[in-house]
Nanobody, 116 residues
Framework: QVQLVESGGGLVPPGGSLTLSCVIS?????????MGWYRQAPEKERELVAT???????TYADSVNGRFTISRDTLTNTLYLIMNSLRPGDTGVYYC?????????WGQGTQVTVSS
């Protein structure tokens, strides 16, 4: 069983920055796990924000490309989402996701609100 715990959300004005963290309960970074960040805005479906591919590359949604960066620390089993130049449209609940051994794991989510 893999457990994910996100943190780092909050209220930030437009143009501001936030860094989200996701602590993963097991060291699975070298075991072909897929991991990434999703978000869900009010009354909208959950959407992919950024992910590490199986080959170790990074992919981003068009709406965040150039503003967000996904990274990871294998020593602390932590996945990060560094968000810059935040916009009101980035508001939502952000979820950490891991796909490992055929199973899908999700964190509890962390709220990001971009507003003046």
């Amino acid at each position: 069983q893999v457990q994910l715990v996100e943190s780092g959300g909050g209220l930030v004005p437009p143009g501001g920055s936030l860094t989200l963290s996701c602590v993963i309960s097991q060291n699975i970074f070298s075991r072909h796990a897929l991991m990434g960040w999703y978000r869900q805005a009010p009354e909208k479906e959950r959407e992919l924000v950024a992910t590490f591919t199986s080959g170790g590359g990074r992919t981003y949604a068009d709406s965040v490309n150039g503003r967000f960066t996904i990274s990871r620390d294998t020593l602390t089993n932590t996945l990060y989402l560094i968000m810059n130049s935040l916009r009101p449209g980035d508001t939502g609940v952000y979820y950490c996701n891991v796909q490992y051994t055929g199973l899908d794991y999700w964190g509890q989510g962390t709220q990001v609100t971009v507003s003046s």
